[in-house]
């Protein structure tokens, strides 16, 4: 017995992207592969107080970020784009500050990591309704990427808070 394949009444097609939505991912994939360099770089140079928890705590937000920024560059391959996340193009192109090369207290650590989470975080606000308007289903990705973000950032901050 053969079967046949219906074809669907309609045309199918395949999503067409606006030249901005791979831009503004591009955006995004910038400042996470920065946010990922620069949480390994506070990571290995960490001293002080509560070091061995915070030296932890930056591990988890280094794999926040590079699984973000995979999840970013591999949408961007779906919607046929080429990601960039070459060290050239990621330093000519980030919008984080730039984090000390020496050793560095734990407390500055945690002002510093936690000032590159929210830039990186304001970069994907920016772009959010671009995107959203483009396509909504990487809206949603955005919106996890933002959810998870601030999550960190608010646990990191609250290691110099004082009451």
């Known amino acids: ?3 046949s394949r219906r074809r669907p009444d309609h045309e199918v097609r395949e999503f067409e ?5 791979p831009q503004n ?4 994939l910038v400042d996470l592969v920065e ?4 949480g390994k770089q506070a990571h290995w140079n960490l001293v002080g ?3 061995r928890d915070l030296h932890l705590q930056l591990d988890d937000i280094v794999d926040t970020a590079r699984e973000a920024s995979d999840t970013i560059a591999e ?5 046929d784009a080429v990601p960039d996340g070459r060290s050239d193009t990621v330093t000519a192109c980030t919008t984080l ?4 090369p020496a050793e560095q207290s734990t407390t500055d650590t945690v002002d510093f990591v936690t000032i590159g989470i929210y830039a990186a975080v304001d970069t994907i606000r920016s772009v959010h309704d671009d995107v959203d308007a483009a396509d909504p289903s990487t809206a949603d990705l955005l919106h ?3 959810d998870d973000l601030e999550k960190a950032a608010w646990m990191l901050k609250s290691e110099n808070r004082k009451i």
């Open 17 to 21: 992207t606006p030249p901005s939505l």
């Open 75 to 79: 949408r961007m391959r779906a919607l």
């Open 35 to 38: 946010l990922h360099l620069q």
């Open 49 to 51: 107080t509560n070091f």
């Open 144 to 146: 996890r990427i933002i």
């Open 25 to 28: 991912l591009q955006k995004v």
């Open 1 to 3: 017995m053969t079967t």
């Open 97 to 100: 500050p730039a984090i000390p």
